[in-house]
């Protein structure tokens, strides 16, 4: 990093590229940057490799799709105490850490089989929707490097504690910078889990070329009406970003209204797996 005094700067710093590439999207021209050094001392870093590229996608994914978001919550008390009751069970064998990524992710798969057109993406060279018929759910891991997303192949395939493992095992190749590249690729669906740093949710976006993705929030005891009576209840927020390209809010609806009543009720989870 350079630490520029705001009195050694008296014009803007030469542009290292064209606005397009900057941008990330050739045909999007940008204003030139104002000269922030004219106000205080600023700091400057190369925008390195992680995070231009993660500049890059989102920038594309932001332009080129039409995102829409819906959200909704998933009553996992339930799934809560089954959750832990397997933990203490399993703590020292691979996946026993059963997070709730992992049972959100068979959720979701069991759902998307349904729905294909969230499990898809569009080819605008050849004008086609491209229907994908296997399930690879990406998940966000933040790293010193910056955002990565590992992709836990054949999701469907996989029990929870293996999507389990394949997460912990993921996500520390991720944190170590040991990820294969054929490890990232290949995505289908991504989930998202902003929970364990706070917030009540998020509008994640799309991770492109792929059309939907799920954020999840923090679980907490929340106060809430059944049977006319308050009861405290574990809720997890839940945002589905989609393409409206392809998916229809009453499509994202009813997916969303079908991974809530799944993740409520662990049984009928374990037959949908």
């Known amino acids: 990093t350079a630490l520029v005094p705001a009195s050694a700067a008296t014009a803007a710093p030469a542009r290292p590229a064209a606005s397009g590439d900057a941008s990330g999207i050739p045909f999007f021209?940008?204003?030139?940057?104002?000269?922030?050094?004219?106000?205080?001392?600023?700091?400057?870093?190369?925008?390195?490799?992680?995070?231009r590229k993660v500049a890059h996608k989102m920038v594309t994914s932001m332009v080129v799709v039409p995102h829409v978001a819906h959200m909704d919550e998933a009553d996992v008390t339930d799934l809560d105490a089954f959750r832990r009751r397997e933990r203490a069970r399993r703590a020292d064998q691979?996946?026993?850490?059963?997070?709730?990524?992992?049972?959100?992710?068979?959720?979701?798969?069991?759902q998307l089989r349904r729905r294909p057109n969230l499990?898809?993406?569009?080819?605008?060279?050849?004008?086609?929707?491209?229907?994908?018929?296997?399930?690879?759910?990406?998940?966000?891991?933040?790293?010193?490097?910056?955002?990565?997303?590992?992709?836990?192949?054949?999701?469907d395939r996989k029990s929870i504690i293996e999507v389990a493992a394949d997460i912990e095992r993921l996500a520390s190749k991720a944190r170590d910078g040991k990820l294969e590249i054929d490890e990232m690729r290949g995505g289908t669906f991504t989930v998202t889990n902003v929970g364990s740093l706070g917030g009540t949710g998020m509008i994640p976006t799309i991770n492109y070329p792929e059309v939907a993705i799920l954020g999840m929030g923090m679980a907490q005891d929340k106060p809430v009406v059944r049977d006319g009576r308050i009861v405290v209840?574990?809720?997890?927020?839940?945002?589905?970003?989609?393409?409206?390209?392809?998916?229809?809010?009453?499509?994202?609806?009813?997916?969303?209204?079908?991974?809530?009543?799944?993740?409520?009720?662990?049984?009928?989870?374990?037959?949908?797996?």
């Open 29 to 51: 021209e940008l204003e030139p940057s104002p000269n922030f050094e004219a106000w205080g001392p600023t700091e400057r870093e190369p925008l390195r490799s992680i995070r």
């Open 94 to 110: 691979p996946g026993g850490k059963l997070t709730f990524l992992a049972f959100v992710i068979k959720a979701a798969v069991a």
């Open 119 to 155: 499990n898809a993406s569009i080819d605008p060279d050849r004008g086609e929707i491209v229907y994908k018929k296997y399930y690879n759910i990406g998940f966000a891991a933040d790293t010193p490097k910056g955002l990565i997303v590992p992709v836990v192949h054949d999701a």
């Open 233 to 273: 209840r574990k809720i997890l927020p839940l945002t589905l970003a989609f393409d409206h390209r392809m998916i229809d809010g009453a499509d994202a609806a009813r997916f969303m209204t079908a991974l809530t009543q799944t993740l409520a009720d662990p049984n009928a989870l374990m037959l949908e797996c």
